[in-house]
């Protein structure tokens, strides 16, 4: 079975540009959450989704992050325009609805801002 | 809002012996779920072992189990015969039943642990 899946896996870009990062959930997982590690910080919950609807975005840092679902296969994480403290890696992971339902993560995206 | 703790920055044991993580989470809430979480070099995050909170045997899973303590709000992960490959991060992490738990995870900062041959 195909687990999330998450592009691109690295990312370096300059500063002021745009960043897209994009999540394909596992099929049939109705909750999709975006996650960003970092050294200072460790793990932290941006924002998640049920059933395609933002339900708490209140981890996104700032208004250069935006996050889109628009159908159940697919999530976009943006940031616009970047800045160098937003490296970090970035994770998708996704959960089928049900009480005891673990989340599985993808792989990630190591994202650097020069 | 919950917190979760991990006090040991960093654990290292001999192959084969047996070491225990640790893990407080501090939650106002009755119901709730805890998860160790493995992180490899690779940077997968792989479920270790998972525990419901109503559930007061403690879970296992072939070489790692739990002492979940409700009351103390500790849930530390031990791992028996320890192999090369159990080298990684171990983040514990927490989750909310409330709300058909559909709340994302809380993590710890993580624990390294160095597996010495």
């Known amino acids: 079975d195909a687990g999330v899946i998450q592009s691109p896996r690295h990312e370096v870009t300059e500063m002021g540009q745009e960043v897209t990062l994009r999540c394909k959930p596992i099929?049939?997982?109705?909750?999709l959450f975006w996650y960003r590690q970092t050294m200072m910080r460790g793990l932290e919950l941006l924002i998640y989704f049920n059933n395609n609807v933002p339900i708490d975005d209140s981890g996104m840092p700032e208004d250069r992050f935006s996050a889109k679902m628009p159908n159940a296969s697919f999530s976009t994480l943006k940031i616009q325009p970047s800045e160098p403290r937003d490296s970090a890696v970035y994770f998708c992971a996704s959960r089928m609805t049900g009480l005891n339902q673990p989340q599985h993560f993808g792989d990630g995206t190591r994202l650097s801002i020069l | 809002a919950q917190t979760v703790t991990q006090s040991q920055p960093e654990m290292s044991v001999q192959e084969a012996e047996t070491v225990t993580l640790s893990c407080t989470y501090d939650?106002?809430?009755?119901?709730?779920?805890l998860f160790w979480y493995k992180q490899p070099p690779s940077r997968q995050m792989i479920l270790v072992i998972r525990q419901e909170a109503y559930k007061q045997q403690n879970a296992t899973e072939n070489r790692f189990s739990v002492n979940f303590q409700k009351a103390a709000k500790s849930f530390s992960l031990k791992i028996s015969d320890s192999q090369l490959g159990d080298a990684a991060m171990y983040f514990c992490?927490?989750?909310?039943?409330?709300?058909?738990?559909?709340?994302?995870?809380?993590f710890g900062k993580g624990t390294h642990l160095i597996i010495q041959p």
């Open positions: 939650t106002s809430e009755s119901d709730y779920y």
């Open positions: 992490a927490y989750r909310s039943a409330v709300g058909g738990g559909a709340d994302g995870l809380t």
């Open positions: 099929s049939g997982h109705n909750s």
